[in-house]
């Protein structure tokens, strides 16, 4: 069993940034593990922002890809994601999660509690 915790997010002005983090413990096979980024705007399916495999290979959706930048670091068992020139449309619940299967981000086996990013 894995445990995702995320923090990070707020309120902030188009334009501006954000930095996500998700701490990862449990069996979390020393943090060598796929993990990925999705995002559920009110009235709107969660939608998958950005994932890193667990060899650091590396999906982002067009979307975002020109303004969010994910990483992880291993030995801390910590995902991130960077988010720059926000937009009021990205404001969504931020929830951080790992996927059943390494690379494939359609099936997740745990999610974190989420945090909110609200940009106006």
């Known amino acids: 069993h894995v445990q995702l915790v995320e923090s990070g997010g707020g309120s902030v002005q188009a334009g501006g940034s954000l930095n996500l983090s998700c701490v990862a413990s449990?069996?979390?096979?020393?943090?060598?593990?796929?993990m990925g980024w999705f995002r559920q705007a009110p009235g709107k399916e969660r939608e998958f922002v950005a994932g890193?495999?667990?060899?650091?290979?590396?999906t982002t959706p067009d979307s975002v890809k020109s303004r969010f930048t994910i990483s992880k670091d291993t030995a801390a068992n910590t995902l991130y994601l960077q988010m720059t020139s926000l937009k009021p449309e990205d404001t969504a619940m931020y929830y951080c999660?790992?996927?059943?299967?390494?690379?494939?981000?359609?099936?997740?086996?745990?999610w974190g509690q989420g945090t909110q990013v609200t940009v106006s």
């Open positions: 890193i495999t667990a060899n650091g290979d590396i």
């Open positions: 999660a790992v996927p059943l299967y390494d690379g494939s981000y359609s099936f997740i086996g745990y």
């Open positions: 449990g069996d979390t096979y020393r943090g060598v593990m796929c």
